[in-house]
Protein backbone atom coordinates (compact mmCIF):
# COMPACT_ATOMS: atom_id res chain seq x y z
CA UNK A 1 0.00 0.00 0.00
CA UNK A 2 1.59 3.67 -1.35
CA UNK A 3 1.67 5.50 1.99
CA UNK A 4 3.12 9.02 -0.18
CA UNK A 5 1.48 9.27 -4.11
CA UNK A 6 1.73 12.53 -5.48
CA UNK A 7 1.06 13.09 -9.37
CA UNK A 8 1.98 16.16 -11.30
CA UNK A 9 2.66 17.75 -7.95
CA UNK A 10 4.24 21.68 -9.01
CA UNK A 11 5.83 24.45 -6.80
CA UNK A 12 6.36 27.39 -8.16
CA UNK A 13 7.11 30.65 -6.30
CA UNK A 14 8.37 34.47 -6.46
CA UNK A 15 11.68 36.19 -5.66
CA UNK A 16 12.00 39.80 -5.27
CA UNK A 17 14.85 41.28 -7.31
CA UNK A 18 16.52 44.48 -6.01
CA UNK A 19 19.62 46.54 -7.37
CA UNK A 20 22.66 46.99 -4.79
CA UNK A 21 23.28 49.97 -3.72
CA UNK A 22 20.88 52.88 -1.79
CA UNK A 23 19.13 54.24 -4.72
CA UNK A 24 18.11 50.21 -5.81
CA UNK A 25 16.75 50.29 -2.42
CA UNK A 26 14.60 53.26 -3.11
CA UNK A 27 13.40 52.32 -6.36
CA UNK A 28 12.58 48.95 -5.32
CA UNK A 29 10.39 50.61 -3.00
CA UNK A 30 8.06 52.10 -5.86
CA UNK A 31 9.10 49.56 -8.62
CA UNK A 32 9.13 45.69 -7.69
CA UNK A 33 10.43 43.10 -9.65
CA UNK A 34 9.84 39.84 -9.21
CA UNK A 35 11.62 36.39 -11.07
CA UNK A 36 9.56 33.05 -10.98
CA UNK A 37 11.29 29.77 -9.20
CA UNK A 38 10.35 26.64 -10.49
CA UNK A 39 11.19 24.17 -7.30
CA UNK A 40 9.34 21.56 -8.24
CA UNK A 41 7.73 20.44 -11.32
CA UNK A 42 5.46 17.83 -12.32
CA UNK A 43 6.74 15.12 -9.79
CA UNK A 44 4.79 12.18 -9.62
CA UNK A 45 6.12 9.21 -6.78
CA UNK A 46 4.55 6.35 -4.89
CA UNK A 47 6.38 5.21 -1.68
CA UNK A 48 5.40 1.88 0.16
CA UNK A 49 4.33 1.78 3.66
CA UNK A 50 8.00 0.74 5.23
CA UNK A 51 10.96 1.65 2.44
CA UNK A 52 13.89 3.33 3.32
CA UNK A 53 13.95 6.11 0.58
CA UNK A 54 16.86 8.32 -0.35
CA UNK A 55 16.38 11.85 -1.51
CA UNK A 56 19.49 12.73 -3.45
CA UNK A 57 20.16 16.50 -5.11
CA UNK A 58 22.27 19.02 -5.60
CA UNK A 59 21.51 22.30 -3.38
CA UNK A 60 18.45 23.95 -4.74
CA UNK A 61 17.67 20.97 -6.84
CA UNK A 62 14.06 20.71 -4.85
CA UNK A 63 14.81 18.22 -2.34
CA UNK A 64 14.09 19.91 0.81
CA UNK A 65 10.80 22.09 -1.05
CA UNK A 66 9.43 18.83 -1.81
CA UNK A 67 9.79 17.41 2.20
CA UNK A 68 8.13 20.78 3.02
CA UNK A 69 5.30 20.28 0.77
CA UNK A 70 4.86 16.35 2.02
CA UNK A 71 4.99 17.75 5.46
CA UNK A 72 2.24 20.54 4.79
CA UNK A 73 4.41 23.49 5.13
CA UNK A 74 4.11 25.12 2.40
CA UNK A 75 1.13 24.32 -0.56
CA UNK A 76 1.71 22.95 -4.09
CA UNK A 77 0.71 25.41 -6.63
CA UNK A 78 -0.63 22.56 -8.38
CA UNK A 79 -0.86 18.75 -9.10
CA UNK A 80 -2.03 16.29 -6.38
CA UNK A 81 -0.55 15.20 -2.98
CA UNK A 82 -1.76 12.30 -0.27
CA UNK A 83 0.83 11.44 2.27
CA UNK A 84 -0.77 8.46 4.03
CA UNK A 85 -4.63 9.29 2.86
CA UNK A 86 -4.20 13.07 3.84
CA UNK A 87 -3.87 16.39 2.22
CA UNK A 88 -0.51 17.30 4.12
CA UNK A 89 -1.71 21.56 3.41
CA UNK A 90 -4.30 20.77 5.79
CA UNK A 91 -2.52 20.50 8.54
CA UNK A 92 -5.00 18.26 10.74
CA UNK A 93 -3.65 17.37 13.68
CA UNK A 94 -4.71 13.33 13.31
CA UNK A 95 -1.83 13.50 10.31
CA UNK A 96 0.97 15.71 11.84
CA UNK A 97 0.60 13.03 14.93
CA UNK A 98 1.68 10.29 12.69
CA UNK A 99 5.17 11.72 11.14
CA UNK A 100 7.91 13.58 12.54
CA UNK A 101 10.49 15.65 11.01
CA UNK A 102 14.39 16.02 11.79
CA UNK A 103 16.83 18.89 10.05
CA UNK A 104 19.68 18.57 10.42
CA UNK A 105 20.22 22.29 10.91
CA UNK A 106 16.72 22.92 12.59
CA UNK A 107 15.96 21.84 16.21
CA UNK A 108 12.84 21.24 17.98
CA UNK A 109 14.46 21.37 21.23
CA UNK A 110 14.46 23.78 24.00
CA UNK A 111 18.53 24.80 24.19
CA UNK A 112 17.75 26.35 27.95
CA UNK A 113 16.36 22.98 28.76
CA UNK A 114 17.51 19.28 29.59
CA UNK A 115 16.34 16.80 27.21
CA UNK A 116 14.14 15.35 29.82
CA UNK A 117 12.03 18.52 29.97
CA UNK A 118 11.47 18.62 26.27
CA UNK A 119 10.59 14.65 26.28
CA UNK A 120 7.43 15.65 29.04
CA UNK A 121 6.71 18.03 26.26
CA UNK A 122 6.28 16.48 23.72
CA UNK A 123 4.50 13.74 26.01
CA UNK A 124 1.73 15.89 26.11
CA UNK A 125 1.88 17.51 22.25
CA UNK A 126 1.59 14.11 20.88
CA UNK A 127 -0.67 12.44 23.57
CA UNK A 128 1.77 9.96 24.30
CA UNK A 129 0.15 7.52 26.93
CA UNK A 130 2.39 6.76 30.00
CA UNK A 131 3.11 3.35 29.53
CA UNK A 132 4.19 3.76 25.51
CA UNK A 133 6.17 7.12 26.78
CA UNK A 134 8.19 4.62 29.23
CA UNK A 135 8.62 2.10 26.68
CA UNK A 136 10.01 3.98 23.98
CA UNK A 137 12.40 6.38 25.85
CA UNK A 138 13.50 3.18 27.68
CA UNK A 139 14.44 1.84 24.23
CA UNK A 140 15.84 4.94 22.51
CA UNK A 141 18.15 5.76 25.77
CA UNK A 142 19.31 2.14 25.54
CA UNK A 143 19.67 2.08 22.19
CA UNK A 144 21.74 5.66 21.71
CA UNK A 145 23.58 5.29 25.41
CA UNK A 146 22.34 8.81 26.45
CA UNK A 147 21.49 8.27 29.98
CA UNK A 148 24.06 10.71 31.47
CA UNK A 149 23.16 13.46 29.80
CA UNK A 150 19.40 13.43 29.63
CA UNK A 151 19.51 16.08 32.20
CA UNK A 152 21.86 18.84 31.47
CA UNK A 153 21.30 21.64 29.47
CA UNK A 154 20.51 21.00 25.73
CA UNK A 155 23.55 23.84 24.72
CA UNK A 156 26.03 22.12 26.53
CA UNK A 157 25.85 19.20 24.24
CA UNK A 158 27.84 18.52 21.38
CA UNK A 159 26.41 18.07 17.96
CA UNK A 160 26.10 14.21 17.69
CA UNK A 161 24.58 14.44 21.05
CA UNK A 162 21.94 16.83 20.52
CA UNK A 163 20.99 15.22 17.15
CA UNK A 164 20.43 11.79 18.80
CA UNK A 165 18.43 14.03 21.49
CA UNK A 166 16.28 15.46 18.50
CA UNK A 167 15.45 11.57 16.62
CA UNK A 168 14.64 10.52 20.17
CA UNK A 169 12.03 13.17 20.05
CA UNK A 170 11.03 12.55 16.69
CA UNK A 171 10.35 8.94 17.33
CA UNK A 172 8.78 9.15 20.55
CA UNK A 173 5.49 8.86 19.46
CA UNK A 174 6.12 6.03 16.73
CA UNK A 175 5.29 8.51 13.70
CA UNK A 176 4.49 5.95 10.56
CA UNK A 177 6.64 8.53 8.50
CA UNK A 178 10.33 10.11 9.70
CA UNK A 179 11.31 12.77 7.15
CA UNK A 180 15.07 13.72 7.42
CA UNK A 181 16.93 16.52 5.96
CA UNK A 182 20.74 15.60 6.22
CA UNK A 183 20.45 14.25 10.10
CA UNK A 184 23.98 13.74 9.62
CA UNK A 185 25.55 17.02 8.63
CA UNK A 186 28.43 18.18 10.99
CA UNK A 187 29.21 15.14 12.43
CA UNK A 188 32.28 13.42 12.81
CA UNK A 189 32.54 9.98 11.79
CA UNK A 190 31.76 7.88 14.54
CA UNK A 191 28.37 9.77 15.47
CA UNK A 192 27.30 9.47 11.97
CA UNK A 193 28.15 5.84 12.55
CA UNK A 194 26.14 5.70 15.33
CA UNK A 195 23.15 7.28 13.79
CA UNK A 196 23.00 5.25 10.85
CA UNK A 197 22.95 2.46 12.99
CA UNK A 198 19.98 3.87 15.01
CA UNK A 199 18.27 4.90 11.54
CA UNK A 200 18.61 1.13 10.21
CA UNK A 201 17.10 -0.30 13.62
CA UNK A 202 14.27 2.41 14.12
CA UNK A 203 13.29 1.07 10.33
CA UNK A 204 13.37 -2.12 10.46
CA UNK A 205 12.20 -3.28 13.96
CA UNK A 206 9.13 -0.50 13.92
CA UNK A 207 8.75 -0.51 10.28
CA UNK A 208 8.90 3.06 10.25
CA UNK A 209 8.92 4.66 6.55
CA UNK A 210 12.17 6.56 6.42
CA UNK A 211 12.38 9.36 3.58
CA UNK A 212 16.17 10.74 3.82
CA UNK A 213 17.99 13.60 2.32
CA UNK A 214 21.87 13.94 2.41
CA UNK A 215 25.40 15.19 0.98
CA UNK A 216 27.20 12.05 2.14
CA UNK A 217 27.37 8.95 -0.04
CA UNK A 218 27.42 6.91 2.86
CA UNK A 219 24.27 7.64 4.33
CA UNK A 220 22.23 6.99 1.02
CA UNK A 221 24.36 3.88 0.20
CA UNK A 222 24.21 2.15 3.97
CA UNK A 223 20.44 2.92 4.38
CA UNK A 224 18.72 3.25 1.51
CA UNK A 225 17.45 0.30 -0.61
CA UNK A 226 15.68 2.95 -2.88
CA UNK A 227 16.95 5.97 -4.24
CA UNK A 228 15.04 9.16 -5.72
CA UNK A 229 17.32 11.78 -7.73
CA UNK A 230 16.27 15.19 -8.32
CA UNK A 231 17.44 17.97 -10.44
CA UNK A 232 16.55 21.26 -11.36
CA UNK A 233 13.25 20.69 -10.23
CA UNK A 234 12.07 17.18 -11.45
CA UNK A 235 13.05 13.45 -10.97
CA UNK A 236 15.93 12.05 -12.93
CA UNK A 237 16.14 8.48 -11.50
CA UNK A 238 14.52 6.45 -9.41
CA UNK A 239 15.90 2.97 -8.32
CA UNK A 240 17.93 0.82 -6.74
CA UNK A 241 20.44 2.74 -4.55
CA UNK A 242 22.82 -0.33 -5.47
CA UNK A 243 22.36 0.26 -9.18
CA UNK A 244 22.25 4.03 -9.01
CA UNK A 245 25.89 4.04 -7.95
CA UNK A 246 27.60 0.92 -9.44
CA UNK A 247 26.73 2.45 -13.03
CA UNK A 248 27.17 6.02 -12.10
CA UNK A 249 29.66 6.39 -9.87
CA UNK A 250 33.14 6.30 -12.36
CA UNK A 251 35.54 7.87 -9.64
CA UNK A 252 37.43 6.98 -6.55
CA UNK A 253 39.28 9.86 -4.42
CA UNK A 254 43.05 9.26 -3.53
CA UNK A 255 44.57 11.25 -0.81
CA UNK A 256 48.27 10.40 0.17
CA UNK A 257 50.26 12.10 2.57
CA UNK A 258 54.41 11.46 2.05
CA UNK A 259 56.99 11.41 4.85
CA UNK A 260 59.15 13.43 2.56
CA UNK A 261 59.04 16.19 0.05
CA UNK A 262 57.34 14.43 -3.04
CA UNK A 263 56.68 15.54 -6.74
CA UNK A 264 54.50 13.48 -7.91
CA UNK A 265 53.19 13.02 -11.47
CA UNK A 266 50.39 10.62 -11.96
CA UNK A 267 48.84 9.04 -15.23
CA UNK A 268 46.42 11.50 -17.94
CA UNK A 269 43.26 9.72 -16.80
CA UNK A 270 43.83 10.51 -13.26
CA UNK A 271 42.87 14.22 -11.78
CA UNK A 272 44.71 16.13 -9.04
CA UNK A 273 42.71 18.32 -7.22
CA UNK A 274 44.63 19.18 -4.28
CA UNK A 275 48.57 19.29 -4.52
CA UNK A 276 51.21 20.35 -1.57
CA UNK A 277 55.16 19.56 -1.30
CA UNK A 278 53.70 16.58 1.07
CA UNK A 279 50.32 15.60 -0.02
CA UNK A 280 48.28 15.31 -2.86
CA UNK A 281 44.42 14.71 -3.39
CA UNK A 282 43.57 12.86 -6.88
CA UNK A 283 40.49 11.73 -8.87
CA UNK A 284 40.94 7.82 -10.34
CA UNK A 285 38.94 6.02 -12.31
CA UNK A 286 37.37 3.54 -9.71
CA UNK A 287 38.52 0.23 -11.78
CA UNK A 288 41.81 1.48 -11.18
CA UNK A 289 42.03 2.26 -7.57
CA UNK A 290 43.45 -0.44 -5.67
CA UNK A 291 46.39 -0.68 -9.53
CA UNK A 292 46.95 3.65 -8.45
CA UNK A 293 47.61 2.78 -4.73
CA UNK A 294 49.91 -0.08 -5.16
CA UNK A 295 51.88 2.08 -7.46
CA UNK A 296 52.12 5.30 -4.80
CA UNK A 297 53.03 2.32 -2.01
CA UNK A 298 55.57 0.85 -4.51
CA UNK A 299 57.33 4.02 -5.74
CA UNK A 300 57.09 6.33 -2.81
CA UNK A 301 57.14 6.78 0.56
CA UNK A 302 54.16 7.00 1.84
CA UNK A 303 52.64 8.34 5.69
CA UNK A 304 49.18 7.86 5.53
CA UNK A 305 46.36 7.49 2.73
CA UNK A 306 42.76 7.75 2.72
CA UNK A 307 40.34 6.69 0.03
CA UNK A 308 36.97 8.59 -0.65
CA UNK A 309 33.99 7.65 -3.01
CA UNK A 310 32.63 10.16 -5.16
CA UNK A 311 30.67 13.15 -4.36
CA UNK A 312 26.86 12.62 -4.65
CA UNK A 313 26.87 16.14 -6.64
CA UNK A 314 29.16 14.52 -9.79
CA UNK A 315 26.30 11.21 -9.72
CA UNK A 316 23.71 13.72 -10.12
CA UNK A 317 25.53 16.11 -12.58
CA UNK A 318 26.65 12.50 -14.62
CA UNK A 319 22.86 11.26 -14.33
CA UNK A 320 21.17 14.55 -15.75
CA UNK A 321 23.80 14.68 -18.26
CA UNK A 322 22.42 11.23 -19.40
CA UNK A 323 19.17 11.42 -18.73
CA UNK A 324 -4.62 20.41 26.35
CA UNK A 325 -2.18 18.92 28.79
CA UNK A 326 -0.30 19.73 26.01
CA UNK A 327 -0.71 23.65 26.77
CA UNK A 328 0.00 23.49 30.75
CA UNK A 329 3.15 21.45 29.62
CA UNK A 330 3.92 24.57 27.27
CA UNK A 331 3.18 27.15 29.21
CA UNK A 332 5.32 25.34 32.23
CA UNK A 333 8.00 24.77 29.85
CA UNK A 334 8.02 28.36 29.33
CA UNK A 335 8.17 29.37 33.09
CA UNK A 336 11.35 27.13 32.81
CA UNK A 337 13.21 29.10 30.64
CA UNK A 338 12.44 32.30 32.00
CA UNK A 339 14.09 30.78 34.79
CA UNK A 340 17.19 30.39 32.77
CA UNK A 341 17.42 34.17 32.49
CA UNK A 342 18.60 35.40 35.77
CA UNK A 343 20.18 38.83 34.59
CA UNK A 344 16.49 39.69 32.79
CA UNK A 345 14.85 38.84 35.53
CA UNK A 346 16.33 41.31 37.91
CA UNK A 347 16.85 44.05 35.20
CA UNK A 348 13.03 43.75 34.92
CA UNK A 349 12.40 43.72 38.62
CA UNK A 350 14.81 46.58 38.79
CA UNK A 351 12.88 48.65 35.95
CA UNK A 352 9.93 47.97 37.47
CA UNK A 353 11.02 48.97 40.79
CA UNK A 354 12.52 52.50 38.68
CA UNK A 355 9.01 53.23 36.95
CA UNK A 356 7.46 53.43 40.36
CA UNK A 357 10.08 55.62 42.18
CA UNK A 358 9.50 58.13 38.80
CA UNK A 359 5.78 57.91 39.38
CA UNK A 360 6.08 58.38 43.22
CA UNK A 361 7.73 61.50 42.41
CA UNK A 362 5.78 63.21 39.77
CA UNK A 363 2.12 62.63 41.55
CA UNK A 364 3.75 63.72 44.64
CA UNK A 365 4.80 67.08 42.70
CA UNK A 366 1.12 66.85 40.70
CA UNK A 367 -0.52 66.44 43.61
CA UNK A 368 1.60 69.32 46.42
CA UNK A 369 -0.86 70.51 49.15
CA UNK A 370 -4.22 68.73 47.15
CA UNK A 371 -6.10 66.21 48.72
CA UNK A 372 -7.73 65.42 45.99
CA UNK A 373 -7.06 65.81 42.26
CA UNK A 374 -9.81 64.09 39.74
CA UNK A 375 -11.49 62.36 42.42
CA UNK A 376 -8.15 60.69 42.89
CA UNK A 377 -6.09 61.18 46.50
CA UNK A 378 -2.45 60.78 46.39
CA UNK A 379 -2.57 56.93 47.83
CA UNK A 380 -4.86 56.07 45.21
CA UNK A 381 -3.49 57.57 42.15
CA UNK A 382 0.00 55.77 43.07
CA UNK A 383 -2.12 52.58 43.91
CA UNK A 384 -3.87 52.98 40.56
CA UNK A 385 -0.49 53.36 38.88
CA UNK A 386 1.50 50.37 40.82
CA UNK A 387 -1.27 47.80 39.66
CA UNK A 388 -2.13 49.57 35.74
CA UNK A 389 2.19 49.05 35.69
CA UNK A 390 2.21 45.56 37.27
CA UNK A 391 -0.61 44.80 34.28
CA UNK A 392 1.17 46.33 31.62
CA UNK A 393 4.62 44.65 33.07
CA UNK A 394 3.15 41.10 33.06
CA UNK A 395 2.13 41.66 28.93
CA UNK A 396 4.57 39.46 27.04
CA UNK A 397 2.18 39.39 24.06
CA UNK A 398 4.28 41.42 21.39
CA UNK A 399 6.48 38.94 21.95
CA UNK A 400 4.14 36.93 20.23
CA UNK A 401 3.75 39.14 16.68
CA UNK A 402 7.85 39.53 16.58
CA UNK A 403 8.81 35.67 17.01
CA UNK A 404 6.52 35.05 14.17
CA UNK A 405 7.30 37.76 12.17
CA UNK A 406 11.02 36.97 12.50
CA UNK A 407 10.31 33.17 11.90
CA UNK A 408 8.30 33.37 8.86
CA UNK A 409 11.38 35.91 7.50
CA UNK A 410 13.79 33.45 8.28
CA UNK A 411 11.76 30.54 6.62
CA UNK A 412 11.63 28.87 10.39
CA UNK A 413 8.36 29.00 11.31
CA UNK A 414 7.68 25.38 9.89
CA UNK A 415 8.94 24.28 13.89
CA UNK A 416 5.33 25.56 14.50
CA UNK A 417 3.53 23.89 11.26
CA UNK A 418 4.60 20.32 12.16
CA UNK A 419 3.39 20.06 15.62
CA UNK A 420 0.11 18.29 16.37
CA UNK A 421 -1.50 21.64 18.24
CA UNK A 422 -3.28 24.09 17.39
CA UNK A 423 -0.41 27.07 16.66
CA UNK A 424 -3.12 30.03 18.21
CA UNK A 425 -3.53 28.67 21.21
CA UNK A 426 0.37 26.97 20.97
CA UNK A 427 1.49 31.11 21.79
CA UNK A 428 -1.17 31.86 24.41
CA UNK A 429 0.22 29.01 26.27
CA UNK A 430 3.54 29.51 25.32
CA UNK A 431 3.41 33.41 26.10
CA UNK A 432 0.79 32.77 29.53
CA UNK A 433 3.68 30.92 31.37
CA UNK A 434 5.82 34.01 30.42
CA UNK A 435 3.28 35.78 32.36
CA UNK A 436 2.88 33.93 34.96
CA UNK A 437 6.73 34.12 35.36
CA UNK A 438 6.58 37.93 35.61
CA UNK A 439 3.25 38.17 37.05
CA UNK A 440 5.30 36.68 40.68
CA UNK A 441 8.52 38.76 40.19
CA UNK A 442 6.42 42.25 39.33
CA UNK A 443 4.36 41.36 42.55
CA UNK A 444 7.76 41.11 44.40
CA UNK A 445 9.03 44.79 42.93
CA UNK A 446 5.54 46.41 43.62
CA UNK A 447 5.48 45.30 47.42
CA UNK A 448 8.93 46.39 47.36
CA UNK A 449 7.88 49.93 47.06
CA UNK A 450 4.50 49.57 48.95
CA UNK A 451 6.82 48.92 51.97
CA UNK A 452 9.77 51.41 51.28
CA UNK A 453 7.30 54.46 50.47
CA UNK A 454 4.70 52.86 53.40
CA UNK A 455 1.87 53.56 51.18
CA UNK A 456 -1.67 52.97 52.25
CA UNK A 457 -2.55 51.08 49.39
CA UNK A 458 -5.78 51.81 47.97
CA UNK A 459 -7.23 48.13 47.20
CA UNK A 460 -10.70 47.46 47.41
CA UNK A 461 -11.98 44.94 49.68
CA UNK A 462 -14.97 43.42 47.87
CA UNK A 463 -14.50 40.04 46.48
CA UNK A 464 -16.86 40.13 44.17
CA UNK A 465 -15.15 43.64 42.44
CA UNK A 466 -11.77 41.82 42.93
CA UNK A 467 -13.48 38.11 41.10
CA UNK A 468 -14.52 40.60 38.21
CA UNK A 469 -10.87 41.88 38.35
CA UNK A 470 -9.35 38.78 37.95
CA UNK A 471 -11.76 37.21 35.05
CA UNK A 472 -11.28 40.76 32.98
CA UNK A 473 -6.94 40.59 33.27
CA UNK A 474 -7.47 37.24 32.13
CA UNK A 475 -9.54 37.88 29.10
CA UNK A 476 -7.29 40.75 28.71
CA UNK A 477 -4.34 39.08 28.43
CA UNK A 478 -6.06 35.97 25.90
CA UNK A 479 -7.54 39.71 23.94
CA UNK A 480 -3.70 41.03 23.66
CA UNK A 481 -2.21 37.44 22.73
CA UNK A 482 -4.69 37.08 20.22
CA UNK A 483 -4.02 40.91 18.63
CA UNK A 484 -0.16 40.54 18.36
CA UNK A 485 -0.67 36.51 16.51
CA UNK A 486 -3.12 38.45 14.17
CA UNK A 487 -0.32 40.87 13.69
CA UNK A 488 2.50 38.20 13.39
CA UNK A 489 0.39 36.32 10.76
CA UNK A 490 0.11 39.31 8.40
CA UNK A 491 4.38 38.84 8.08
CA UNK A 492 3.28 35.59 5.80
CA UNK A 493 2.42 38.67 3.49
CA UNK A 494 3.94 41.46 4.32
CA UNK A 495 7.25 39.52 5.74
CA UNK A 496 8.10 42.77 8.04
CA UNK A 497 5.68 44.04 9.99
CA UNK A 498 7.71 46.14 12.91
CA UNK A 499 5.08 49.21 11.57
CA UNK A 500 2.20 47.50 12.60
CA UNK A 501 3.69 46.51 15.59
CA UNK A 502 5.00 50.08 16.57
CA UNK A 503 1.59 51.56 15.67
CA UNK A 504 -0.49 48.92 18.25
CA UNK A 505 2.09 48.90 21.07
CA UNK A 506 2.34 53.07 20.95
CA UNK A 507 -1.70 53.28 21.03
CA UNK A 508 -1.90 50.64 23.28
CA UNK A 509 0.08 52.07 26.05
CA UNK A 510 -1.63 55.38 25.63
CA UNK A 511 -5.44 54.03 25.43
CA UNK A 512 -4.98 51.11 28.08
CA UNK A 513 -4.38 53.68 31.02
CA UNK A 514 -1.14 52.80 31.18
CA UNK A 515 0.39 56.33 31.21
CA UNK A 516 -2.83 58.20 33.06
CA UNK A 517 -5.84 57.18 34.34
CA UNK A 518 -8.03 57.39 31.47
CA UNK A 519 -10.85 59.17 33.61
CA UNK A 520 -8.54 62.03 33.37
CA UNK A 521 -9.83 62.38 29.50
CA UNK A 522 -12.22 64.38 27.99
CA UNK A 523 -15.49 62.68 28.44
CA UNK A 524 -16.36 62.32 24.81
CA UNK A 525 -13.06 60.44 24.07
CA UNK A 526 -13.52 57.91 26.98
CA UNK A 527 -17.09 57.02 25.70
CA UNK A 528 -15.34 56.23 22.45
CA UNK A 529 -12.83 53.89 24.33
CA UNK A 530 -15.52 52.01 25.88
CA UNK A 531 -16.51 50.70 22.45
CA UNK A 532 -12.88 49.06 22.05
CA UNK A 533 -11.40 46.20 24.39
CA UNK A 534 -8.22 48.10 25.52
CA UNK A 535 -10.64 50.10 28.39
CA UNK A 536 -10.89 47.02 29.37
CA UNK A 537 -7.62 45.60 29.92
CA UNK A 538 -6.10 47.27 32.05
CA UNK A 539 -7.29 50.93 32.92
CA UNK A 540 -11.06 49.01 34.32
CA UNK A 541 -9.16 46.28 36.39
CA UNK A 542 -6.71 48.63 37.90
CA UNK A 543 -9.90 51.13 39.05
CA UNK A 544 -12.14 48.34 40.07
CA UNK A 545 -9.00 46.97 42.33
CA UNK A 546 -8.59 50.59 44.27
CA UNK A 547 -12.67 50.20 45.04
CA UNK A 548 -14.00 52.16 41.91
CA UNK A 549 -16.12 52.08 38.40
CA UNK A 550 -17.57 49.01 39.97
CA UNK A 551 -20.77 49.93 37.70
CA UNK A 552 -18.87 48.71 34.28
CA UNK A 553 -17.60 45.33 35.47
CA UNK A 554 -20.04 43.15 33.90
CA UNK A 555 -20.13 45.20 30.91
CA UNK A 556 -16.49 45.24 30.71
CA UNK A 557 -16.73 41.38 30.85
CA UNK A 558 -18.92 41.09 27.64
CA UNK A 559 -17.35 43.80 25.67
CA UNK A 560 -13.72 41.57 26.20
CA UNK A 561 -15.65 38.53 25.96
CA UNK A 562 -16.93 39.16 22.17
CA UNK A 563 -13.64 40.94 21.51
CA UNK A 564 -11.75 37.67 22.49
CA UNK A 565 -14.05 35.80 20.21
CA UNK A 566 -14.25 38.14 17.25
CA UNK A 567 -10.66 37.75 16.86
CA UNK A 568 -10.44 34.03 17.66
CA UNK A 569 -12.66 33.63 14.44
CA UNK A 570 -10.40 36.20 12.42
CA UNK A 571 -7.78 34.40 13.33
CA UNK A 572 -8.21 31.00 12.30
CA UNK A 573 -9.97 32.28 9.19
CA UNK A 574 -6.38 34.41 8.76
CA UNK A 575 -4.12 31.93 9.56
CA UNK A 576 -4.99 29.10 7.61
CA UNK A 577 -5.25 31.68 4.41
CA UNK A 578 -1.95 33.18 5.28
CA UNK A 579 -0.13 30.13 6.07
CA UNK A 580 -0.13 28.84 2.05
CA UNK A 581 2.04 32.03 1.40
CA UNK A 582 4.84 30.46 3.32
CA UNK A 583 7.51 29.83 0.44
CA UNK A 584 10.69 29.03 3.02
CA UNK A 585 12.20 27.10 0.34
CA UNK A 586 15.58 25.88 0.98
CA UNK A 587 15.96 26.54 4.57
Known amino acids: MSIIELN ?11 KAGFMGSVKSLFNRKYTEKTAISSFDLKIEEGEFVGLIGQNGAGKTTLIKMLTGIIVPSSGEISVMGYYPNKLENNFKKQYAVVMGQKSQLFFELTPADTFLLFKELYDISNEEYKKNLDYFIELFEVSDYLNVQVRTLSLGERMKMELIVALLHNPKILFLDEPTIGLDAIAQKQIRYFLKEVNETKGTTIILTSHYMEDIKSLCSRSIVVENSRKIYDGSTEKLFNHFQKYKKITVSFSNE ?9 KVVEQTNHKISVIVPKERGNETIKWIFDKYDVKDVMIEEEDIGSIVERIYKKGSDEYYEVAKINFKVQLIWRFDVVVNMVFTIVKILFAYILWKAIFGENKIVSGFTFNSMLSYYIISSFLAGIDMSKSTSEEICNRVKLGTFSKYMIIPINVQNYFIAKNFGMTCFYFVFNMISAFVWIFIFKIDFAFTSNPVQILISILMIFLGFI ?3 KLHFFIGILSFKFLEISFFRMIIEN ?15 PETIVTVMKVFPFYYTTYLPSMLLIGRN ?18 SVVNKVMYKRMRTLFDGVGI
Open 8 to 18: ELTKSYRRFEK
Open 262 to 270: TNIVFPKDC
Open 479 to 481: FMM
Open 507 to 521: IVEFITGTMIPLVLL
Open 550 to 567: SNEAIQGLIILALWVLFF
